[in-house]
């Protein structure tokens, strides 16, 4: 059964950091892409970053300079470090799963991250 477990979350003050994780069993990690995305209240749920299985990263304008994607295949473990963090970041994060040629996005349950003003 594939599992995406994300943790990291918390509440942190504006100008702070986190760093997210998300471990992944029951996949074969290394011919997955890994994305983060987030869903903040009343908000559709947005893309912040991906990685490739060959380690290409790319970022939303938004967080672009502040949030680093990075995957651990020896761990199966995709991470997101947020520095610099702001109010407008505060959302559930979620992890995501997918093959180039698969039909199925696997997900996480996600982790809250709140920024306090």
């Known amino acids: 059964q594939v599992q995406l477990v994300e943790s990291g979350g918390g509440l942190v003050q504006a100008g702070g950091a986190l760093r997210l994780s998300c471990a992944a069993s029951g996949l074969i990690f290394s011919i997955h892409a890994m994305g983060w995305y987030r869903q903040a209240p009343g908000k559709q749920r947005e893309l912040v970053a991906s990685?490739?299985?060959?380690?290409?990263?790319n970022y939303a304008d938004s967080v672009n300079g502040r949030f680093t994607i990075s995957r651990d295949n020896a761990k199966n473990t995709v991470y997101l470090q947020m520095n610099s963090l702001k109010p407008e970041d505060t959302a559930v994060y979620y992890c995501?799963?997918?093959?180039?040629?698969?039909?199925?996005?696997?997900w996480g349950q996600g982790t809250l991250v709140t920024v306090s003003s």
């Open positions: 990685i490739t299985i060959g380690g290409s990263t």
């Open positions: 995501n799963a997918r093959r180039v040629a698969g039909i199925v996005a696997h």
